[in-house]
């Protein structure tokens, strides 16, 4: 079982729109709904940002929305602000033998 | 709120153990499954254990299975980790994580707590 594929940095203008893929397979993205979105600023511990596709927890800004078609979801970064400057990593639930979830390779998104 | 503190990190010499805890607080422990993801300096996140709320579902990543041991203490809010024949690729820092509902990746994290792995 592989890491969920993300492209490594992603950039940005203040204002702008930015969309971060994550890409698995049938086993995983593309068979449930599970899929989670983290932002990790530096030394610090991931925050959930966006969980079961496409919904938000509470204190979440409504500017992070997320979608998935296929074997492939997105995380949409509206209105970029330099606090959104962090790593991000994508998770689904996984029905592989060797794994419970299974977390993207991360992206790093730069405020421009 | 919900809170979760790690503890018991530090340097092990290859092959030694060391047992991670988590204390937990502002939510029924006793109720939700956890779990540990652990991150290697400098790269991304790996799930390695999952303990259900009661302790009857466990499960393990391939890298870890044998060697480590999750467990709770459901009165004492407090999750475990035991961890044997280390490895320099253990090297990490590890993280307890509370699931955000049924078959959700974890939603609520602590601080973690490092583990390095080195003679």
């Known amino acids: 079982q592989s890491a969920l594929t993300q492209p490594a940095s992603v950039s940005g203008s203040p204002g702008q729109s930015i969309t971060i893929s994550c890409t698995g397979t049938s086993s995983d993205v593309g068979g449930y709904n599970y899929v989670s979105w983290y932002q990790q600023h530096p030394g610090k511990a991931p925050k959930l940002m966006i969980y079961e596709v496409s919904n938000r927890p509470s204190g979440v800004s409504n500017r992070f929305s997320g979608s998935k078609s296929g074997n492939t979801a997105s995380l949409t970064i509206s209105g970029l602000q330099a606090e959104d400057e962090a790593d991000y990593y994508c998770s689904s639930y996984t029905s592989s033998s060797t794994l419970l979830y299974v977390f993207g390779t991360g992206t790093k998104v730069t405020v421009l | 709120e919900v809170q979760l503190v790690e503890s018991g990190g530090g340097l092990v010499q290859p092959g030694g153990s060391l047992r991670l805890s988590c204390a937990a607080s502002?939510?029924?422990?006793?109720?939700?499954?956890m779990n540990w993801v652990r991150q290697a300096p400098g790269k991304g996140l790996e799930w390695v254990s999952y303990?259900?709320?009661?302790?009857?579902?466990?499960y393990y990543a391939d890298s870890v299975k044998g060697r480590f041991t999750i467990s709770r203490d459901n009165a004492k809010n407090s999750l475990y980790l035991q961890m044997n024949s280390l490895r320099a690729e253990d090297t990490a820092v590890y993280y307890c994580a509370r699931d955000y509902g049924d078959y959700s990746p974890p939603g609520y994290w602590g601080q973690g707590t490092l583990v390095t792995v080195s003679s």
């Open positions: 502002g939510f029924t422990f006793s109720s939700y499954s």
């Open positions: 303990i259900s709320s009661s302790s009857s579902t466990i």
